[in-house]
């Protein structure tokens, strides 16, 4: 079981790299992407990040949403 978890694991952060690659170029073309960001920003951002995917995966506000992809039946308050 852990094994396949691993596999998707890998597949979305494949996917997920390459669309990331696939955006910049394209931003890249348009002239779009900012000549440089600021460490201040960068902190910002990944703070950021952090906080949605934790909101995603682990809180409470989300577990209907997890319910939707594990086939488990929610439960009630």
């Known amino acids: 079981m852990r094994t396949r978890i691993h ?4 597949c979305s952060g494949l996917f997920f790299g390459a669309l ?8 890249q073309s348009l002239a779009e992407v900012p000549a ?4 201040l920003d960068l902190v910002l951002v990944s703070l950021a990040v952090f906080r949605i995917t934790r909101l995603v995966e ?3 506000i989300t577990q209907f ?3 939707w992809f594990s ?3 929610p439960k009630s308050l």
Do not use: E, F, P
């Open 7 to 10: 596999i998707w694991n890998l």
């Open 20 to 27: 990331l690659l696939w955006s910049l170029v394209g931003l």
């Open 36 to 39: 440089h960001i600021s460490v």
């Open 58 to 60: 682990y809180d409470t």
């Open 65 to 67: 949403v997890r319910d």
């Open 71 to 73: 086939g488990a039946s």
